[in-house]
């Protein structure tokens, strides 16, 4: 073979190499990595992940739970202790059974109405709905929900954006008001579902009156007030979400009858079985990691070690994922049988590291409608960059409001806002020509400046972690877990911090499979 001079080799590698960063950048992807580097970090990650997950699982053994109501007989041929103490999934597994009957009549009447009567589809969304609530609430209870769209829909009529915003802001105060339901004379666990029922309404509504007051003002009708009502009482979604904006709900409701074939029928009952399933994993999962239990004995939670310290965390986090998973997919489930656009349901939280991409993946319909009516609207035609993080300071303050006004869901926003700020600086940072020269210089390759870039989202996701402790188990816990890492040794942290790195790695790996598969598909 012929001889290849060593200045020419170099400078095509050179030339390779800026071409294949071009694309990457283009595509807002990065480069592959040494196939045995990329299964290292998987492999790391993953038993990581195991490692500490089994120590939460030893503490759980010698934990004696000492308070009232923590634990329960689990399944019988288990033999173990069931951990009931995570009151959002003991109230939610109930309403999710006894509410089955009720899905399964809404879908079925629904699809009649659709071929006969499409024009009354809405009315009987409402009538299911209201019929559920006057069975178990009562009348008063059930005029009390329909207060709040009623009120919207007549102020929709001033035809005023400024209006509805203010109404919104009002209302977002009212929702704070935590004896709002207290003359009801209804049970607390009813109180509670009707609490989380009456925050999806608020936004449904306001999603109505904001689209609305985009299109042609036809003035008020009776089947525009159905639909609204129907919309914000859509039984599948009215109690545990998620958000589906009124654009893509009124686009399915209007869409003609599809009859349903074989694989229609197929898609539908392997997604009830797929949920269905992550719901009995759960189960499984609350009889031998009792992270619920240990949240509620910080005393207990200071003496853990490093590694079950981890493992609480990550623990924590799929505790809180998967109920989102089954809840949403369940109800998304419906929908999507019903021909209606549905957000997807979370993504895995251990495949995940960016602020900004947690924000996007986690509940896609509040960050549809954080983006829509509140940053977007906010920008303007030409925005800065002050606007942009005005902009978002204004989407972290709904969220903080919407999710009622706690001290840690305080942290949890600020820490959320800071955490997007910094990635917004860095990227804003990364865009300019005299970085991509020095970072070139720096790294050479593109694969060098993935790792970089890696390196340094560590921290931040290390800051993403310790943020969302504060919002699933409180200031006690949370502090704990911040007191802990900075009161770990110098190999407690660093072993930590090998690990999250690891998961950056995993996160940006999976991301570019994502954005691959997107692009053949296209």
């Known amino acids: 073979m012929q001889n290849v001079p060593l200045d020419y080799c170099i400078s095509f590698a050179t030339v390779q190499s800026e071409i294949s960063l071009a694309v990457c950048r283009k595509l807002s992807m990065y480069c592959d990595l040494p196939k045995v580097e990329v299964w290292l970090y998987f492999v790391l990650w993953i038993s990581g992940v195991l490692y500490s997950m089994y120590n939460v699982y030893l503490s759980g053994i010698y934990f004696d739970g000492s308070i009232h109501g923590v634990f329960t007989s689990g399944w019988s041929f ?13 109230m939610w597994v109930p309403f999710l059974y006894a509410s089955a009957p009720w899905v399964c009549a809404h879908l079925v009447v629904a699809e009649i109405v659709r071929y006969a009567f499409k024009e009354l589809l809405c009315l009987w969304y409402l009538m299911i709905s209201t019929l559920y609530l006057l069975l178990h609430v009562g009348s008063v209870a059930t005029l009390f929900m329909l207060m709040e769209p009623c009120l919207m829909y007549l102020l929709l009529q001033f035809r005023s954006r400024i209006l509805i915003y203010a109404a919104g802001v009002f209302l977002l105060a009212f929702h704070n008001i935590d004896s709002r339901m207290n003359f009801l004379s209804i049970p607390y666990e009813y109180q509670y579902m009707l609490m989380i029922s009456a925050a999806w309404i608020y936004m449904r509504g306001q999603s109505y ?17 159905v639909m609204m009502l129907g919309y914000c009482f859509y039984f599948p979604m009215l109690f545990l979400g998620p958000l589906v904006l009124y654009q893509e709900f009124e686009a399915g409701v209007l869409k003609p009858y599809a009859p349903w074939t074989l694989k229609r029928v197929k898609t539908f009952l392997l997604n009830v079985v797929r949920y269905s399933w992550w719901m009995l994993f759960l189960e499984l999962f609350l009889h031998f990691i009792y992270v619920g239990a240990l949240q509620m004995d910080v005393w207990y939670v200071t003496r853990l070690g490093a590694w079950a310290h981890y493992g609480m965390g990550y623990s924590m986090g799929v505790m809180f994922q998967m109920k989102y998973v089954i809840t949403y997919g369940l109800s998304c489930t419906v929908a999507r049988a019903e021909q209606i656009q549905t957000p997807n349901h979370p993504k895995c939280i251990g495949r995940i590291h960016l602020y900004s991409d947690m924000w996007r993946h986690f509940d896609q319909g509040l960050y549809f409608f954080l983006r829509k009516y509140i940053y977007i609207p906010m920008l303007g035609e030409r925005p800065s960059f002050a606007v942009r993080l005005l902009a978002s300071f204004t989407c972290f303050t709904f969220v903080y409001a919407w999710h009622r006004i706690h001290m840690f869901v305080l942290v949890w926003s600020v820490l959320n806002y800071l955490g997007v700020t910094i990635e917004a600086f860095s990227k804003a940072i990364a865009s300019t020509t005299h970085y991509h020269k020095y970072e070139k210089y720096l790294f050479s390759t593109p694969q060098n400046i993935r790792r970089f870039h890696a390196l340094i989202a560590t921290p931040l996701f290390m800051m993403s972690a310790l943020s969302n402790f504060y919002f699933f188990a409180g ?8 007191r802990r890492l900075f009161e770990g040794s110098l190999q407690e942290n660093s072993t930590l911090f090998l690990f999250c790195y690891c998961c ?14 997107e692009k053949k598909q296209m």
């Open 475 to 482: 200031m006690s816990v949370g502090n704990q877990f911040v």
């Open 78 to 90: 288990i033999n173990r202790k069931k951990d009931v103490s995570d009151f959002e999934w003991a």
């Open 209 to 225: 009156c904001l689209d609305k007051l985009a299109t042609v003002n036809t003035g008020p009708s009776v089947s525009d007030f």
């Open 504 to 517: 950056s790695q995993v996160s940006i790996e999976v991301k570019n499979w994502e954005q691959r598969k």
